[in-house]
């Protein structure tokens, strides 16, 4: 999964990414889908001893431009996992409350406790995104935010938190397939927000956006991952994948009983 990962201090472009890249799977989706099944088993399983082991924390961020498919992922990648270690939390435009605190306020209350996992759906990277695609706050007092995140990330790091970033990158082409779907089905129009065509004129501006944030955050102990997602079936596989692998290295173990069970006879 090294080819998605974006390297601390390189430069990025999403251009030359290909977002219907299927990896080793070549186009094979049923293949694809029973290695990602495979998977899944896995990250219960690693789940159920980060749950028990208490130790580290898990948060896993994802972002993308509208229909990317951060909802579907959610569901694709971490279903079956034990609910009482794991929520996801949904980031809309803050409310006037939220407004009236620094824009970390509302992330760092969400962020995950010990032995548990987190999913951002949206997250702190829209005060660097939408923020400043559409200037809500002046530019000199936005891009103080690269720091403070790079820091606020490896102040999590250093408390136990291990952080996935994960950015699902479609292309407008895609984007205008999956809008087009919702429109002719009834039952997606709840889906359906108009705002979303507002943004997809300022495609550009959103993709040059999402560049200079990954450029300026991916960090050795928050790196970003720039997932090709045209393939549904393809960016849950890599979204797993790189999620196993990194929680396997830290070789999490179940916590030792501190009484000597050896004795224990129940009646
Ligand atoms: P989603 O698209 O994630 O399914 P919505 O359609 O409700 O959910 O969109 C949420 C909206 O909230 C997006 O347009 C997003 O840009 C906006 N938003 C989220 N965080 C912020 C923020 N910090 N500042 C401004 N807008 C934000």
Redesign the pocket.
């Known amino acids: 999964m090294e080819k998605y990962l974006v390297k601390p201090e390189s430069k990025l472009s999403l251009r030359k990414h290909n977002c219907s890249d299927t990896g080793i799977f070549l186009g094979n989706k049923a293949k694809c889908r029973k290695a990602t099944a495979a998977l899944r088993d896995e990250l219960v399983g690693l789940q159920d001893v980060l749950y028990a082991q208490h130790k580290y924390k898990v948060l896993v961020v994802l972002q993308a431009m509208?229909t990317g498919g951060?909802?579907g992922a959610v569901k694709g990648v971490f279903e079956g996992l034990n609910p009482l270690g794991v929520h996801a939390i949904?980031?809309?435009?803050?409310t006037p409350v939220e407004l009236e605190h620094d824009?970390l306020w509302r992330i760092h209350s969400q962020v995950p406790a010990s032995g548990e996992m987190v999913i951002f759906?949206?997250s702190h990277y829209?005060?660097v995104l939408?923020?400043r695609v559409k200037n809500?706050v002046p530019a000199e007092v936005s891009d103080k935010r690269f720091g403070h995140i790079r820091d606020f990330e490896r102040m999590l790091s250093d408390n136990g938190t291990v952080i996935f970033k994960f950015f699902l990158h479609i292309d407008a082409d895609e984007q205008k397939k999956r809008l087009q779907a919702r429109l002719e089905d009834k039952d997606k129009h709840w889906k359906f927000?108009i705002?979303d065509l507002a943004?997809r004129k300022l495609w550009d501006d959103f993709q040059a956006a999402y560049e200079e944030a990954i450029e300026r955050t991916s960090t050795v102990e928050a790196p970003w991952y720039v997932v090709p997602s045209n393939k549904k079936w393809y960016r849950d596989y890599v979204i797993a994948k790189v999620m196993v692998d990194r929680l396997k290295a830290l070789k999490m173990t179940y916590p030792e009983n501190k009484d000597d069970l050896s004795k224990v006879v129940i009646q």
């Not at 949904?90 to 803050?94: G, I, T, V």
């Open positions: 509208d951060k909802d949904s980031f809309k435009a803050p824009y759906n949206r829209e005060d939408v923020v809500l927000n705002g943004d």
